[in-house]
């Protein structure tokens, strides 16, 4: 892009870092950072929450961490990148850290959490944390249903199935049973 002389603006570099961070490549994360600096982008929070992202992806949650503890402003999606990079790492005192830390949390966060603990097996943690959540989607339904189902505890599974408002259950019937299937556990008998 800056070759045919354009300059690109924060937009399509935070773009342009997604995309990458799909090829994870250390190398290639010190150079483009490098070249963001050079560019005069590197303390955009929408740039530095995409970098925060290219590197836990490229080069682990620790680089992210570092980009991170260098930013001036920080918004929630900011944080969630944060939290996500431990939450792949399946570094949970660390993602709970951060979530802790954290000035706000939106249903990404919560969600998050929630997820890493279901996976982490500590279903008692997700469960509690499930309940304390200020507002549920279908992913956090889904998250500890799951956990159910992985703990082999098809009964809690259907009973939380069974308490889920309408409109969650409508999204989960039409998105996620699938995954229901996929870990093995027949849809008919859980949740008919």
Not at 50 to 67: N, P, T, W
Not at 85 to 109: H, I, K, N, Q, T
Not at 144 to 171: H, K, N, Q
Request: hydrophobic share 40%.
């Amino acid at each position: 892009m800056t070759r045919s002389g354009h300059r690109p603006d924060n937009f399509s570099i935070s773009t342009a870092l997604k995309a990458c961070s799909r090829i994870p490549s250390p190398a290639s994360a010190s150079a483009i950072h490098a070249q963001l600096h050079r560019l005069g982008h590197a303390s955009d929070v929408y740039v530095q929450t995409a970098l925060v992202d290219f590197y836990s992806r490229s080069s682990g949650a620790d680089s992210a961490r570092r980009v991170f503890d260098a930013m001036r402003h920080k918004n929630v999606v900011s944080w969630n990148s944060i939290l996500s990079a431990y939450a792949r790492s399946g570094r949970l005192v660390e993602a709970r850290r951060v979530f802790d830390e954290m000035p706000r949390r939106d249903v990404v966060s919560w969600n998050s959490m929630l997820s890493l603990y279901a996976k982490a097996g500590d279903l008692d943690r997700a469960v509690r944390l499930f309940w304390e959540m200020p507002v549920r989607d279908s992913a956090s339904w889904n998250s500890v249903i799951c956990g159910y189902i992985d703990s082999g505890d098809v009964t809690e599974a259907r009973d939380l199935f069974e308490r889920m408002p309408g409109e969650e259950r409508r999204v989960m019937d039409r998105d996620d049973l699938g995954v229901f299937e996929m870990r093995g556990c027949p849809i008919r008998a859980v949740f008919v």
